[in-house]
């Protein structure tokens, strides 16, 4: 049971345009929603993250869209670069005694120059 | 500040053989998990540790799985025995005791390959 969907599976976009995936779930009691840059070879690392309360936050050129209502989030980088190559990973995490994440399937997005 | 370390990088088996990986997590962290990454089914929680008792084991795949944290400053995850259906990267993550930044802190992997 995949409790957070993620797509595109794959995503090739040129130097300075925009890069979206979208992650959608189900558990209502999600209750914080990290996005995760991992490079080949690494491990993943926190990106940035957003809150269900929030309905955007904005870091540099990445942006979190979160649609409470749709059950749907979504990561927008913008004037996107090489370096942004990457697979990237919504995920979710569930209120409770500890910090459980349950990680989306993955987008390897690449920025062609 | 050394982050998560996780040895061995690479791991080549065969078939029937035992596996021990092992994890450093970050100093001052209480919460350690093991995760599994394979294309087919991505990022996969096999067990979760907290303050070095494992509350969550929920997703370790079967009895040939199991881990250990015998003190705050390490783990390991054995395997065995080993089968090529096994063949992942294995993740080791620690996190620290305020829960409210939820980030987890990824080691470098140990790619096990099972022949």
């Known amino acids: 049971q995949q409790q957070v969907k993620q797509s595109p599976q794959s995503l090739i976009v040129q130097k300075g345009g925009i890069s979206i995936i979208n992650c959608a779930y189900e558990?209502?009691?999600?209750?914080?929603f990290p996005w995760y840059q991992q490079f080949p070879g690494k491990g993943p690392a926190l990106l940035i993250a957003?809150?269900?309360?929030?309905s955007e936050k904005k870091e540099g050129r990445f942006t979190i869209s979160f649609n409470k209502s749709a059950k749907q989030f979504s990561l927008h980088i913008m004037d996107s670069q090489p370096g942004d190559s990457a697979t990237y990973f919504c995920?979710?995490?569930?209120?409770?005694?500890?910090?459980?994440?349950?990680f989306g399937t993955g987008t390897k997005l690449q920025v062609i120059p | 500040d050394a982050g998560v370390i996780q040895s061995p990088r690479h791991e080549v088996t065969e078939m029937g053989q035992e596996v021990t990986l092992r994890c450093k997590p970050i100093?001052?962290?209480?919460?350690l998990f093991w995760y599994r990454q394979t294309m087919m089914r991505g990022l996969e929680l096999l067990i979760y540790?907290?303050?070095?008792?494992?509350?969550?084991d929920s997703g370790m795949p079967e009895d040939r799985f199991s881990a250990k944290m015998p003190n705050a400053s390490f783990s390991t995850l054995k395997i065995q025995p080993s089968e090529p259906r096994d063949s992942a990267v294995y993740f080791c993550?620690?996190?620290?005791?305020?829960?409210?930044?939820?980030?987890?802190?990824f080691g470098e992997g140990s790619r096990l390959t099972v022949l």
């Open positions: 957003i809150r269900p309360d929030v």
């Open positions: 558990n209502t009691a999600f209750d914080y």
């Open positions: 995920a979710a995490r569930t209120e409770g005694g500890y910090q459980k994440v349950t």
């Open positions: 993550a620690s996190s620290p005791r305020d829960r409210n930044t939820g980030e987890l802190f």
């Open positions: 100093s001052g962290h209480n919460s």
């Open positions: 540790f907290n303050n070095n008792v494992p509350i969550d």
